[in-house]
């Protein structure tokens, strides 16, 4: 039995892509804000509690600044990247091009419970995908009893919430256990 500890990157600056004027995928680059980073002080104490005996992380930048912080508050545990715990694709053509754009497939996603209607696909993409290239991820990890999972909020609302969303916060951690 595995326990995992989801928890949710620190706040973003998304202020970079923006000046760029970078859309879909290449807003991931953000780097955290400056809040996100004094989040990361205040909870990494309390976060390093869980004792984990691996940490996980989704390569997108914010995660992985986020985990690279982290690191002082747990720094004898190894670091494992994996690209399929990335956040969730509002558009599998990655052509989103502003907030408003995934308000209104978030909306969408919403009022199907978070799954295609039967017989017909979206260009976003459904829980069910999301929380199955999330867990072939973490049955890697089984062998291990309790591991950190640094990711983002639609990937943990697939995996607890399963048919609908839910705000989860910076840094807000969630257990979640394997058998």
Request: hydrophobic residues 40%; negative net charge.
């Amino acid at each position: 039995m595995t326990t995992f500890l989801l928890v949710r990157h620190a706040e973003t600056d998304y202020s970079g892509p923006k000046k760029w004027d970078v859309t879909g995928w290449g807003g991931d680059i953000a780097p955290l804000a400056p809040k996100g980073i004094e989040q990361v002080k205040t909870k990494g104490s309390e976060l390093a509690e869980f004792k984990p005996d691996i940490i996980l992380c989704s390569s997108m930048s914010r995660a992985v600044q986020t985990v690279l912080l982290l690191k002082e508050y747990m720094n004898h545990v190894p670091v494992s990247i994996e690209f399929d715990l990335h956040e969730w694709v509002p558009d599998n053509l990655f052509k989103w091009q502003t907030l408003d754009d995934v308000i209104a497939v978030i909306d969408e996603m919403q009022e199907y419970r978070c799954e295609w209607p039967d017989g017909e696909e979206r260009r976003w993409e459904p829980f069910s995908k999301v929380r199955n290239r999330a867990f072939d991820v973490l049955k890697k990890y089984t062998q291990y009893d309790r591991v950190f999972v640094l990711c983002h909020a639609m990937l943990i609302a697939s995996i607890i919430f399963k048919d609908h969303i839910e705000e989860i916060k910076n840094l807000e951690s969630f257990e979640y256990v394997m058998e």
